[in-house]
């Protein structure tokens, strides 16, 4: 199973089968199981055998399948499966972190990553820094002999800054900081965390993993030391490990995942193409594009930039409002990695409630969009794009 290539791996890796032999994976929509005796009930709590279960909190056959894919997928050796991004991005941390602890992360981040960091943990008396997640120099400075764990966005959201992983991965290591990273963007299909030495990946599954705009899911994935250990144990015991049905769900839409985020890569790329040096447009921002400011770096870390593409209209929020207005393709929402193509306008949704300051140290401006491109054809959505444009 090891020289699986990832087609092969998001098919069948981690595949379970009944005692009925079925083709498809079996949904098991129970909360607990029974056991033979109670002898079988005492041992199977002493100690979990491969394919033992005791309750859906814990671990459910159909999860475990999903897990099992993922960790494959990613290159883990193993994977917990939690109800949303943001159970498995808080539930790392707080699994890995105690009071007293410094933690350095990267600044341009996803709301709700920002606020665990900057309210929640600091609450508990953890020590956060913020970084310029671009700047290696910054990292250096800020990691310390004492710093227990640093985090990023491989691909931050929605400004498309990428981290030079490898060099983060290495200064941490140095002091013996754990790292974990966020890696919605970077797509399960060309994640390069494990690779670059990320010791944990949490994944919103909410993103390209459905993919259909249907299910909140999210994992962690890690070596079995740490995802059995303590993430494990944080997990059940405080309830966010992922529903069955949507373990279910992913399985199945982990059959086309390689298909869907190559189609929607190229798409994204062809737009970006299709738009660069708009002159409605201050800028536009794809992490592979040779307009990205970190494209070598990007491309030395990927096969491709994602499927999201981030652009400035020149104007400002007005500006940018009648574009966005104008598109008929493009559905205004707020998630991204939807089989629907998704406009989105950061400052005043996702990011609105960041002062300011921080908006505009994130660059995230009045006309920024984050762009997120479906299975629709791609020139349908260049012409929407295009007319919309000229409506401004
Ligand atoms: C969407 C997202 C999350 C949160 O995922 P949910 O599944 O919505 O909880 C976290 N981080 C990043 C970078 C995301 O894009």
């Known amino acids: 199973m090891k020289n699986w290539k990832k087609r092969t791996k998001a098919v069948h890796a981690g595949t379970r089968r009944s005692q009925y032999g079925e083709v498809s994976e079996a949904v098991f929509l129970t909360q607990g199981f029974v056991y033979p005796s109670a002898e079988a009930a005492e041992a199977r709590f002493e100690a979990l055998g491969e394919d033992e279960f005791i309750y859906a909190r814990y671990g459910n056959p159909t999860v475990r399948m999903f897990e099992d894919r993922m960790a494959s997928l990613l290159g883990y050796e193993d994977a917990f499966a939690c109800t949303s991004g943001m159970a498995a991005v808080s539930g790392a941390l707080m699994a890995m972190l105690k009071a007293g602890d410094h933690v350095v992360s990267s600044r341009a981040l996803f709301g709700s990553c920002l606020y665990v960091l900057e309210d929640i943990l600091a609450r508990f008396g953890v020590e956060i820094t913020l970084v310029d997640g671009t700047d290696n120099a910054a990292w250096d400075a800020a990691i310390r002999p004492d710093t227990t764990l640093v985090f990023l966005e491989t691909i931050s959201n929605p400004t498309l800054e990428v981290v030079d992983l490898r060099h983060v991965c290495d200064s941490a290591h140095k002091v013996g900081a754990l790292v974990l990273v966020d890696d919605a963007m970077a797509t399960p299909i060309y994640s390069y965390a494990a690779e670059c030495g990320a010791d944990l990946a949490m994944v919103s599954t909410t993103k390209h993993v459905d993919g259909q705009g249907r299910m909140l899911g999210g994992l962690i994935a890690g ?8 993430i494990e144990t944080y997990m059940k015991h405080t ?4 529903n069955p049905f949507t373990a279910w769900t992913h399985l199945k839409a982990l059959e086309t995942l390689d298909l869907r985020v190559n189609q929607q890569s190229s798409t994204t790329l062809a737009i970006t193409e299709a738009l660069d ?12 594009h040779s307009g990205h400011p970190q494209h070598e770096l990007a491309r030395a870390q990927a096969e491709s930039g994602g499927t999201v593409l981030a652009l400035e209209v020149k104007g400002g929020k007005d500006a940018c409002f009648k574009f966005l207005n104008a598109l008929e393709l493009f559905t205004i929402s707020n998630n991204f990695a939807d089989a629907k193509s998704i406009v989105t306008h950061p400052a005043t949704t996702t990011h609105q409630r960041l002062p300011q300051d921080q908006k505009d140290l994130l660059g995230i401006s009045g006309g920024l969009v984050r762009l997120s491109a479906g299975l629709e054809d791609a020139g349908d959505l260049i012409d929407d794009l295009l007319a919309a444009l000229d409506a401004i």
């Open 223 to 230: 070596n079995k030391d740490l995802v059995r250990g303590p």
């Open 239 to 242: 309830g966010g490990a992922m």
């Open 277 to 288: 040096g708009h002159p409605k447009l201050n800028a536009v921002r794809y992490p592979t």
